[in-house]
């Protein structure tokens, strides 16, 4: 027998955990998720319910011509169309519907906390004022805290291909919402805006090219994430943390490839928030079998399993961790317990509510 002391002060034998009940144990474990991009959240129904509530013409027949097109051969080719799928987005209804929709799939996949990333540029862009895209995604997340019990919080999240004074641009606009230290009386009370995120085409958009509005971001108090080593090289990564100095890296799954760089990543326990069905949907890794995400829980980096855009690239997140796992079998119940302990400890919330989370994640394992 391997006790193993937990953080909750619970015993829990790992090694008598047999390899079959980890699919319930995977579903029914207590977790957080950290990325997910709210507009990939969008399922096809959806999208045609919206367009065809606010009469927007789709360049797609039905529903099943849409899905259709979802063959995808690499993050710009999938952006391509999950920008296009963002478009029947025009009223504060249709974000607060898209929020509380993925919450019920969250709540359903035992997600007590979510942090979603949404992307106003490409609202904005298209005239959507940015006050409605804001004051329907934190109307989701009161309503999935009061009536799922779900707890959420939101991310903005710059363009990368879009230009730093565009970015200024858009935190000048969220400035109202932001809820932060040094931002006590916000026109809107109700924003759940914690931080700021980097996310679109990384190839050839290094962080440092927003290393003022980060800067700025900071100096407001901010929590700060940026996604780094998807497609990108391991520069980007260390350019995300020492640049940008953000908390968490989204992605980051090619830090492998530099060992000083894990040394850095685990040492300062930086999470990374890794995502398996993008990966394998947008080409990064070619098949799950050869997901590195055993060699990350390994290798000691604080390492997370998330959707990233799930009505895209085949499922939510206990998906994520059903697919990971049975194509991985060196991940074992200890490995379950870690990903979702380690969800709790790189969120945006008090020591409190992660120990309570804790302690309901050891109660899960502890009486298998
Ligand atoms: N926006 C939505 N999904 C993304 C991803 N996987 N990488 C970068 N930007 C994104
Ligand atoms: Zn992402």
Request: hydrophobic residues 45%; glycine residues 6%; contains cysteine.
């Amino acid at each position: 027998m391997a006790f193993f002391l937990s953080g909750s002060d619970t015993m829990i034998d790992f090694d008598a955990i047999p390899h079959d009940r980890l699919p319930v144990l995977l579903r029914t474990m207590p977790k957080a998720e950290l990325h997910i991009h709210i507009e990939g959240s969008l399922e096809p129904e959806l999208i045609f319910a919206l367009a065809q509530r606010n009469g927007v013409a789709l360049p797609y027949a039905n529903v099943e011509a849409l899905r259709a097109a979802y063959a995808f051969t690499d993050l710009q080719s999938f952006l391509d169309i999950y920008y296009a799928g963002a478009s029947v987005l025009l009223e504060e209804q249709d974000f607060f519907d898209m929020g509380l929709a993925y919450f019920e799939r969250a709540a359903a996949d035992n997600v007590v906390h979510a942090e979603l990333f949404f992307d106003p540029q490409t609202h904005t862009d298209r005239g959507v004022p940015i006050g409605t895209v804001i004051n329907g995604l934190s109307r989701a997340c009161e309503t999935a805290q009061r009536e799922l019990g779900v707890s959420g919080a939101l991310i903005l999240c710059f363009l990368r291909h879009l230009s730093e004074e565009a970015a200024f641009a858009t935190l000048d606009a969220a400035m109202p919402y932001l809820q932060t230290p040094l931002q006590t009386a916000p026109q809107s009370a109700r924003s759940r805006i914690v931080g700021v995120g980097l996310d679109s085409s990384e190839r050839g958009n290094p962080p440092e090219k927003f290393a003022r509005v980060f800067e700025r971001c900071r100096e407001l108090g901010l929590h700060l994430v940026a996604h780094a080593g998807e497609e990108g090289p391991p520069a980007y990564i260390w350019s995300a943390l020492d640049v940008l100095q953000v908390e968490r890296i989204d992605h980051g799954v090619a830090c492998l490839g530099d060992p000083a760089l894990v040394a850095r990543l685990a040492a300062e326990r930086v999470p990374l928030t890794v995502c398996p069905l993008s990966n394998v949907k947008l080409r990064v890794y070619p098949t799950m079998d050869r997901h590195n995400l055993a060699a990350l829980l390994d290798a000691g980096l604080c390492a997370t399993v998330n959707s990233d855009d799930p009505a895209y690239f085949g499922g939510y997140i206990n998906q994520n961790f059903m697919e990971a796992f049975a194509a991985l079998p060196q991940l074992t119940a200890r490995h379950a317990h870690r990903l979702a302990a380690n969800s709790f400890e790189a969120a945006f919330v008090d020591a409190a509510t992660k120990a309570r989370w804790n302690q309901m994640l050891d109660k899960v394992f502890a009486a298998d």
